[in-house]
């Protein structure tokens, strides 16, 4: 059974549908492996629970305006 991990922001209930819908139709397109057997698993990370570049990302996106 092949499975997609996705750590990312949190997401709207129709956007997680939407990616998850995505991800099956191009991995399965690309293996040949029915939609069907895949799971994908969407992991939602908090910001300040990621770093880049030695920094937070939370620090990161709060000096851009974000």
């Known amino acids: 059974m092949p499975t997609i991990f996705f750590y990312g922001p949190e997401l709207e209930e129709e956007k997680r549908k939407e990616l998850v819908k995505a991800f099956t139709e191009v991995a399965s397109r690309l293996t040949g492996i029915a939609p069907s ?26 000096e851009k305006g974000g």
């Open 37 to 62: 057997a895949f799971v994908v698993y969407l992991i939602p990370i908090p910001q300040d629970r990621v770093g880049v570049g030695g920094r937070l990302l939370k620090d990161m996106v709060q």
